[in-house]
């Protein structure tokens, strides 16, 4: 007798092509940012809300139009930031729609989306809501309470005192003993995101810095400079999905999320990633940020194009040294080129690929929850042509990366 | 004359202590020969055949600077230790480069490459008056003590 979980071949059949006639495009249908700063008088609730409204607004419908909602969770608000969908709807008004919690790091935000996209795309419903809110501590990331005392993320505090701009200064100064990157191609990766800063009404920080300003800064951990290495900051974004069918009851130029991608580190990745290591391979045929290889890989294959075909690209920043290795690891320049493009100025808006023409986290800071959400709001609006005096001429197709502690990543394509 | 502190390990099983030549104390794969730091309950090598036993292993104490940099800013606690702070990564022959305090140098003199060993050094005094100690590495001395 057959057992019950051995479909039948009928079964098996009518699933596939069920598969098949599944939604394929999503489109992009509204988007919501809250400033970037330091919100005495705000938690992570009010932040997602404000984006959320921002949200509904631009996509023309209410919180009510809304069928399913994910929620990136935020670390630094006790349980409620764990629960941060059912508290977001609560704020809202609770509708009873399906609100799950993302924690995937600091990639919570593009997670956050591809989920979203996965629940239209599955068929369960056809407009979903991706939201994030984050209310950041001051200074160096800290530990949380309850930590096992022989994890990685323990003992880097505990035993040795490497916060996380020292992971990435060990990379970094690797990186100049093996490519000859200088303390002035890392000043001016801040000084480039400084200027695009300074004209986005979103950003935190307006200053823009000369390259003597930055390399006079105090070294926090050398090569990186305190001017080289984001701020931790307030901030919500929310962005509206449907499909797109849906899409065309809303507008007639509906933008496309033509990939929302996750990734996960590979075993023997040779970066010095933090919290889940404290001992990293020294030879392996492990690529470097071997998670944020694995989501873009899978975004150029969803989205059916290749890294030379994006107008323009969002990194995350952390550090300067972070812009530099991402653009290799996301296959926009060889191994060791990532100095040559910027002082081509091929990065800059009007060169072949700007990169953080939002400003990026050098002029934001981060606010972990939200950040991933933000870059698909800076896609939206430069493909919509309206980021003013930073617009990408052309835009057309546009990519955001986040990635986040213990090996997370989320890519994001975005086209029109 | 002052009694020499106790000394206690910063986390237990990390490292062998009290011991006259220390040792981190690692996982080696009986299958795949993969080694992890510090020790691991299971094979973490998705490509091991047969997800074989892991046997506690002491790692190699000598090592070469892969990488290193002076923290200048108290890290947030639990950190209690010294700041400014050097941190490093020392390579192994068993293909992991370790993180660790550096000690015994100055960051004028470090060089990528250059061989170190691992010493368990004083990380700061509890309130008991007690020593807790962790692992560190410093330029390698030619000549035992």
């Given amino acids: ?38 919100f005495k008088d705000k938690d992570f609730v009010d932040l997602a809300v404000i984006a959320a409204n921002e949200a509904f607004k631009d996509a023309g419908m209410g919180w009510k139009d809304i069928q399913a909602m994910v929620c990136a969770e935020t670390v630094w608000s006790g349980k409620s930031g764990l629960y941060a969908g059912q508290f977001v709807s609560r704020a809202l008004g609770s509708t009873g729609i399906p609100a799950v919690n993302i924690q995937n790091g600091c990639a919570s935000g593009a997670v956050a989306l591809a989920i979203a996209a996965m629940m239209i795309k599955s068929g369960m419903c056809d407009i979903a809501l991706a939201v994030g809110g984050d209310v950041s501590p001051e200074g160096f990331l800290p530990a949380l309470a309850g930590e096992d005392p022989l994890s990685p993320d323990s003992l880097r505090f505990t035993a040795i005192g490497a916060t996380n701009p020292v992971h990435w200064a060990l990379d970094c100064r690797r990186r100049m003993e093996e490519y000859g990157t200088t303390e002035a191609h890392l000043a001016k990766v801040k000084v480039k995101n400084s200027k695009y800063g300074s004209s986005n009404p979103l950003a935190r920080y307006r200053k823009v810095f000369t390259l003597e300003e930055v390399l006079n800064s105090a070294v926090v951990c050398y090569p ?186 989320g890519t994001v394509i975005v086209k029109k | 004359m002052d009694s020499p502190k106790e000394q206690i390990p910063v986390a237990e099983g990390v490292f062998t202590w009290p011991s006259d030549e220390p040792c981190l104390i690692g996982s080696r794969c009986e299958t795949c020969g993969e080694h992890f730091f510090p020790r691991a309950k299971s094979c973490q090598n998705p490509d091991c055949p047969d997800k074989g036993d892991v046997k506690e292993v002491l790692l190699s104490r000598n090592g070469k600077l892969w990488s290193y940099t002076v923290q200048h800013y108290a890290p947030p606690p639990p950190y209690r230790g010294p700041v400014p702070l050097t941190i490093g990564l020392v390579e192994l022959p068993e293909n992991l480069k370790i993180m660790g305090q550096l000690t015994d140098c100055r960051e004028e003199d470090l060089k990528i490459g250059m061989d170190m060993e691992l010493v368990i050094e004083k990380l700061f005094e509890d309130e008991e008056g007690r020593e807790v100690v962790t692992w560190k590495f410093r330029p390698a001395q030619a000549g035992k003590k």
Avoid at chain 1, 282 to 302: C, F, G, I, L, T
Avoid at chain 1, 390 to 399: L, T
């Fill in chain 1, 1 to 38: 007798m057959e057992s019950d979980h051995v479909r039948s071949l009928p079964e098996e059949l009518e699933r596939k092509d069920r598969k098949t006639k599944m939604e394929k495009d999503i489109a992009v249908l509204g988007v919501g940012a809250h400033p970037w700063g330091k």
């Fill in chain 1, 224 to 409: 990186l400079r305190l001017y080289e290495i984001c701020a931790t900051s307030d901030g919500g974004g929310a962005v509206i999905l449907s499909s797109m069918e849906v899409a065309r009851r809303y507008t007639s130029r509906p933008v496309i999320l033509a990939a929302a991608t996750l990734g996960n580190l590979v075993y023997g990745d040779p970066t010095v990633q933090i919290g889940s290591h404290v001992a990293y391979k020294v030879n392996s045929s492990v690529p470097m940020a071997s998670e944020v290889v694995q989501s873009s890989r899978k975004a150029y294959e969803e989205a059916g194009i290749g890294p030379e075909e994006l107008d323009f690209a969002e990194l995350p920043d952390n550090s300067s040294w972070h812009e530099l290795m991402y653009m290799e690891a996301l296959g926009f320049c060889g191994p060791g080129e990532a100095e040559h493009l910027l002082d081509d100025g091929a990065t800059e808006l009007g060169g072949k690929l700007p990169i953080n023409a939002s400003g990026g986290f050098a002029s934001f800071g981060e606010a972990v929850a939200a950040q991933g959400l933000l870059q698909v709001y800076e896609i939206v609006r430069q493909l919509r042509g309206a980021a003013g005096p930073r617009q990408v001429e052309g835009a057309k197709v546009g990519f955001g990366q986040v990635y986040g502690a213990q090996g997370n990543a």
